[in-house]
């Protein structure tokens, strides 16, 4: 069993930068793939990024260039940094642990997940 618990979220204006953080729990984190999802009011929760047990990345079109992933197995804990900011940046963001411990896109392929973090970017 993994407990995923998200921190960093915030408001933040448009242009700007935020980092959130998921810790888990467990000792066998490094053995995981990570995944960050979000989902809008309204809208269904899609990929953001994923990053595999070995470091490989993946990032969604839409954060290319701008969020990054990366993971610190010692404090069992992965982060995404996020640079220039958008307004449709807005949602809540979850991250999400796979005991296969290659990187997936898919929502469903995802063991364990976290509560969530609010990402609020104003105009």
């Known amino acids: 069993q993994v407990q995923l618990v998200e921190s960093g979220g915030g408001l933040v204006q448009a242009g700007g930068s935020l980092r959130v953080s998921c810790a888990a729990s467990?000792?066998?984190?490094?053995?995981?793939?990570m995944g960050w999802f979000r989902q809008a009011p309204g809208k269904e929760r899609e990929f953001v990024s994923t990053i595999s047990r070995y470091g490989s990345t993946r990032h969604a079109d839409s954060v290319k260039g701008r969020f990054t992933i990366s993971r610190d197995n010692a404090k069992a804990t992965v982060y995404l940094q996020m640079n220039s900011l958008k307004p449709e940046d807005t949602a809540v963001y979850y991250c999400a642990a796979r005991s296969d411990g290659t990187y997936s896109s898919f929502p469903n392929s995802y063991d364990y997940w976290g509560q969530g973090t609010q990402v609020t970017v104003s105009s």
């Open positions: 467990g000792r066998t984190f490094s053995s995981y793939a």
